[in-house]
């Protein structure tokens, strides 16, 4: 049992999956109450207007495939205080991430920049970045851990938000950065990413053994993905006992 191992302790060792609690909850959560601000209090712009810039948005080459979509208004409307707003906006984890980055682009000069709801977004985006660094002095874990009090105060006094869970868990990050290391090692980003795969096969693949059709799926798809490269050659032995060259394609209609 993990309580078993010396120097581990199940209440303070378990490291915060910074992918769940930020890109799939304080991320899209925070951002709903800022659009709602600036749209129905402060009338800074539209939303006809916002989303004609998120169209427009010149991507980078990198981020294209994460190319956010248009926000409606039951989704702008949505109450962001209940579960189901975190994922109002209908985007996954990495294009929550894109969005909290670009935002500050679309919509920076139409408000005040010096208003406390922005400095509320600014201290978010600073938290993320400290957060998915690989490495994190520690003196900057004393800065990350007054900026999350800073960021959960003025969250909630001046969007009049609520703190939900997946909020309060930041206020444990700083700690466990000290007594683990940078979160980024433990998050679950790459496991989803990998995961994906597995989830579009199964609305194609036969559900009689869905676990041998998955794996014989993707052991294919890896095997082409091998083949595929510069440094390796496959030949084998047909029937007739002539080598000949193995290619991906092969593997793919396999």
């Not at 981020?63 to 209908?90: C, N, V």
């Not at 920076?108 to 600073?126: A, I, M, P, R, Y």
């Not at 400290?130 to 959960?152: G, N, Q, W």
Request: aromatic residues 12%; charged residues 20%.
């Amino acid at each position: 049992a993990l309580c078993d191992f010396p120097f581990f302790n199940v209440t303070q060792q378990m490291p915060q999956d910074i992918m769940h609690i930020l890109f799939e909850g304080a991320i899209p959560y925070v951002i709903g109450h800022i659009l709602r601000y600036y749209i129905n209090t402060e009338k800074a712009f539209t939303l006809a207007q916002f989303n004609r810039r998120l169209c427009d948005f010149n991507y980078g080459y990198s981020q294209m495939a994460d190319r956010l979509q248009t926000i409606s208004k039951d989704m702008l409307q949505a109450d962001w205080g209940d579960e189901k707003g975190l994922s109002g906006f209908g985007q996954h984890a990495a294009k929550n991430w894109l969005f909290l980055r670009v935002l500050p682009v679309i919509i920076g000069d139409w408000v005040n920049l010096e208003s406390e709801q922005w400095g509320v977004l600014e201290k978010l985006l600073t938290i993320c970045s400290i957060l998915v660094s690989p490495v994190i002095l520690v003196e900057s874990v004393a800065h990350l851990k007054t900026l999350i009090r800073e960021f959960l105060s003025g969250f909630k006094q001046t969007l009049e938000g609520v703190i939900i869970p997946k909020l309060h868990y930041l206020v444990h990050c700083p700690r466990l950065i000290l007594t683990l290391g940078p979160l980024i090692n433990f998050w679950c980003m790459r496991f989803e990413s990998k995961h994906q795969y597995f989830k579009k096969k199964s609305r194609k693949c036969s559900y009689k053994n869905i676990c041998l059709s998955l794996a014989k799926g993707h052991q294919r798809r890896f095997s082409s993905f091998l083949i595929s490269t510069e440094e390796c050659n496959l030949l084998f032995k047909n029937s007739n006992g002539r080598t000949e060259h193995l290619t991906g394609r092969d593997f793919e209609s396999a």
